[in-house]
């Protein structure tokens, strides 16, 4: 009896269950728009450029007459339009793709549109297939690109694709969450048992639908079952990409799939997943990656006798090696990890994208008795990469690694503006793989291991007629250096100087402004100018921030709560010291006091310190912080740190006429 009514319970929960799915999930069908469907005035912040209505995914195995089985994956987005910006970039799309032939994917169905309340009435735009184009990623990875024509503010967009896969690829991951907001995020699974996936979920929120069960499935005389996968998240807020972050790919809710394992009937298990000496291998032997590395290359020899002339040792000759390429060969952007042509033409061009530039010169290292190899890593906009698992796609750069005399050099001659033995603060994103014939080897590239340290001076003296006048000095670190070489590539030191006194929030009087070593990426940065404060001597009060050229004018952490990592591009210690006679005719009435505020039991610390003589004030802050990465643990921590930062930096001196 009591087994009866445990069963009927069960029953009556399964029923009431699917009744509130059935009341929850949105009736939507393609093309099928009304004028109740543009009024989401309930669902939209007045902060949101698009808000997506629902998108709707399924992927299963299929068989038939022509196919033994095949992968079919579907979707289905809406989406409102909501804001100009959104106009310029939720209205366009990209769908990843692999072409391989036969072994790659193919649309069979392709549908989208836009929909706008014209008159009362609902106008539909068709996409023309004709306007949609490829773009190719890296080897056979593309993107089939498209805008919507017409959107306008308020404007629904809307597309369905159908793409069939062979059955080796992996399942299409799925993002419940993105840039923009959505209502209703659903995806579907079905997994025949001859296949083996692992699953990869994402992020903090939580399921509205988690339901796992099993079906049949049927390929040819082969019975077998299914197990079906069914999740869904309701009102998914959009993430909000907060100052020191690496990419929103890191930190949404999502999920993906590896297959590891192929078990059809009447044939032996494949184990797909591989391994790293395996895949290394294959790069090794590949043409779009390794193989030249491999050969006797004699075709370097010109050029490597003009860039090694009487070098005293390896370190002096593989500097040399490195600078020519640096300087000699014109890179062409593109997220690419290999050759797209020979090392040989790329030479001959004198161009090539970053993995060109870098393969080359770990074929011309390696050519001179240098021993190089290639690195493949995953850039801090590209997301992180778990090395436990070997997936070629989610890298999208190459450097060099060098052994000189037991010591490792980690280079990068695609940018003119790097030294020898640095990379980009991008390229410090966790592990990287080092591919060394069959023996690959991991490497960390960590922000924490990363080290900047900027310096800045002001010395402000009374000139002449009593005004106070000054010198600036700032030697920036390596990074800081890097960054801006690279913005002078786009904008005057004129513009930039502009630039900086406008932050500074006070008109200086610049004189004689300079940048020293712009061409010389070996030497940090020194930026420097002379000025004249402009007070107004006839007030009986005074008032100056010591700390007026560098003060942190507000905090970055603005948001009260964050759910995930804050992930600085390096460490930080910068150091502010400003020495300035007292103002003719003033005293000092009022000094901010020194202060020393510690940061996490020895992670960092604000120093404020500050002094007076007779005829002078001696100031000196200094702030630093020995490590890049902050869980979300440690946020509220990091915030009242820069807070406190932010107000002590304001505090100003006080200066009184004197009778």
Not at 20 to 33: C, M
Not at 166 to 174: A, E, G, Y
Not at 401 to 415: G, K, P, Q, R, V
Not at 584 to 595: F, H, I, M, Q, W
Request: aromatic share 12%; glycine share 4%.
């Amino acid at each position: 009896m009591r087994l009866k009514r445990l069963l009927s319970a069960i029953a009556f929960l399964f029923l009431l269950q699917n009744y509130l799915l059935g009341q929850d999930k949105p009736n939507i069908k393609f093309g099928k728009i009304s004028l109740e469907d543009f009024n989401l005035s309930k669902q939209i912040d007045s902060n949101d450029d698009a808000i997506v209505i629902t998108d709707i995914g399924s992927a299963q195995y299929m068989s038939d007459y022509i196919d033994p089985i095949k992968l079919v994956y579907t979707r289905h987005r809406r989406m409102k339009i909501l804001s100009k910006r959104g106009v310029m970039e939720a209205a366009n799309v990209s769908l990843p793709i692999y072409l391989n032939g036969m072994k790659g994917q193919r649309i069979t169905s392709f549908k989208a549109a836009t929909y706008n309340l014209e008159n009362g009435r609902v106008v539909e735009t068709k996409v023309d297939e004709k306007n949609v184009y490829d773009d190719r990623i890296i080897n056979n990875f593309h993107a089939k690109k498209f805008a919507f024509p017409d959107v306008r503010e308020g404007s629904i967009v809307e597309f369905s694709v159908v793409i069939e896969s062979p059955p080796i690829l992996n399942l299409p991951s799925w993002e419940f969450q993105g840039i923009y907001p959505c209502l209703w995020s659903e995806y579907s699974v079905s997994i025949p048992e001859y296949f083996n996936f692992d699953f990869f979920p994402q992020g903090s929120l939580s399921f509205f639908v988690n339901e796992k069960g099993r079906d049949n499935f049927n390929m040819g005389k082969f019975m077998s079952i299914a197990i079906t996968h069914h999740w869904v998240m309701k009102d998914v807020p959009a993430i909000k990409m907060e100052p020191y972050s690496t990419t929103y790919k890191n930190h949404i809710s999502k999920i993906e799939f590896q297959l590891t394992e192929l078990r059809l009937p009447e044939q032996k298990t494949y184990n797909i997943l591989g391994n790293w000496p395996q895949i290394c291998h294959d790069l090794m032997e590949s043409d779009n990656f390794g193989a030249e590395l491999k050969r006797n290359n004699g075709w370097l020899d010109e050029d490597l006798k003009i860039a090694v002339q009487n070098q005293r040792n390896k370190l002096e000759e593989a500097k040399s090696v490195y600078i020519y390429v640096r300087d000699h060969f014109s890179r062409k952007d593109g997220a690419n990890i290999g050759l797209t042509k020979s090392l040989k033409t790329v030479l001959k061009d004198k161009a090539g994208n970053e993995a060109e530039i870098n393969l080359l010169l770990v074929a011309m290292l390696n050519h001179i008795g240098i021993n190089s190899s290639p690195v493949i890593l995953s850039t801090r906009n590209n997301g992180y990469i778990n090395p436990v698992f070997p997936i070629l796609s989610k890298f999208n750069y190459t450097v060099c690694e060098a052994e000189i005399d037991s010591n490792e050099y980690y280079l990068d001659a695609s940018n003119t503006n790097l030294d020898f033995n640095q990379l980009p603060a991008k390229c410090y994103n966790g592990i990287a793989m080092v591919i060394e014939n069959e023996s690959p080897r991991e490497v960390a590239f960590l922000p924490d291991s990363l080290q900047e340290k900027k310096i800045t001076s002001v010395f402000i003296i009374n000139d002449s007629t009593g005004m106070p006048t000054g010198s600036y000095q700032s030697v920036l670190g390596k990074n800081e250096s890097f960054e801006l070489r690279e913005s002078l590539k786009k904008e005057t030191e004129e513009e930039y100087f502009q630039k900086l006194n406008s932050e500074f929030g006070t008109d200086l009087g610049m004189e004689n402004p300079g940048i020293d070593s712009i061409s010389k990426p070996e030497f940090p940065i020194s930026v420097h100018f002379d000025f004249n404060l402009k007070l107004e001597k006839n007030s009986n009060i005074l008032y100056f921030n010591p700390m007026q050229m560098e003060a942190m004018k507000e905090n970055p952490f603005k948001s009260a709560i964050r759910t995930y990592p804050v992930e600085m591009p390096h460490t930080i210690d910068e150091v502010y010291s400003c020495t300035m006679e007292i103002p003719a005719g003033y005293s000092v009435e009022e000094l901010p006091k020194s202060e020393r505020i510690e940061f996490n039991e020895g992670n960092g610390y604000f120093e404020y310190i500050v002094s007076k003589s007779d005829t002078e004030i001696q100031f000196r802050s200094r702030v630093k912080l020995g490590k890049a990465i902050f869980m979300p643990e440690d946020y509220n921590t990091l915030r009242e740190f820069y807070g406190a930062i932010v107000k002590k930096q304001s505090e100003q001196i006080v200066f009184r006429k004197n009778k």
